[in-house]
């Protein structure tokens, strides 16, 4: 079974821009989360989705929104980048039915210059 | 806030040995307990989790969870080369929380 994946992998852009991350979740896993990794912060957790609604959402400035297809493809945007935005974005799948083991994706590396 | 500690390290352990990471969290509701391994420049990786009290054993690796002293940790048995990385545990709340992850241990294994 195929496992999580993560377009683009690695990503440059410039202070004020916007950016969306897409995720694809395991086949048959139904929820999906994001977080960001930096070396100062490590890994926090920035929403999850359900049958394509937000059920929870972290601590991260409105800034920060997703999305959930009817697929269970995720996107995530960031919009007016800030060079803080800079991180591994990761995002993670679950079945949510039968278990609620996260497994992550390979992670999308933002670079803002 | 919810809030999950580990000991930043590094850890050294010598190859053979029993490697033992240790975890305290913050928040008494939390129901639901994750290891994740992580190597350099790579993404989390789940190598056990447990949800009840008490031991939980896979292969090399035991998880152990003491919720009254709101306490997890995780054994690793044999130590390899190969199980050098960070190690990071995180935790999860009853209903639709998402994972609040500690910062990690990371441990070395010397040949």
């Known amino acids: 079974k195929a496992g999580v994946t993560q377009t683009p992998r690695y990503l440059i852009k410039t202070r004020g821009q916007q950016v969306t991350l897409s995720c694809s979740p395991i086949?048959?896993?139904?929820?999906v989360s994001w977080y960001q990794q930096t070396p100062g912060q490590g890994l926090q957790f920035l929403f999850e989705?359900?049958?394509?609604?937000?059920?929870n959402k972290g601590n991260f400035p409105g800034r920060f929104s997703g999305r959930q297809f009817s697929n269970s493809r995720s996107e995530m945007n960031v919009s007016t980048l800030e060079l803080g935005d800079s991180a591994l974005y990761l995002c993670?799948?679950?079945?949510?039915?039968?278990?609620?083991?996260?497994?992550f994706g390979p992670g999308t590396r933002l670079t803002v210059l | 806030q919810k809030e999950v500690e580990q000991n930043s390290g590094p850890l050294s352990v010598p190859e053979g040995a029993i490697a033992s990471l240790n975890c305290t969290y913050s928040?008494?509701?939390?129901?639901?307990f994750f290891w994740y391994r992580q190597y350099s420049g790579k993404s989390p990786e789940l190598i056990m989790f447990i949800y009840s009290n008490g031991d939980k054993e896979d292969g090399r690796f035991t998880a152990q969870l003491n919720k009254a002293s709101q306490y997890v940790s995780l054994l690793i048995r044999d130590s390899q080369p190969s199980d050098s990385a960070t190690y990071l545990c995180?935790?999860?709340?009853?209903?639709?929380?998402?994972?609040?992850f500690g910062k990690g241990t990371h441990l070395i294994i010397q040949p």
């Open positions: 989705y359900f049958s394509e609604t937000q059920r």
């Open positions: 086949s048959g896993h139904r929820s």
């Open positions: 928040d008494r509701g939390s129901q639901s």
């Open positions: 993670a799948s679950t079945h949510d039915i039968l278990y609620n083991e996260q497994f």
């Open positions: 995180a935790v999860k709340g009853g209903g639709a929380d998402g994972l609040t």
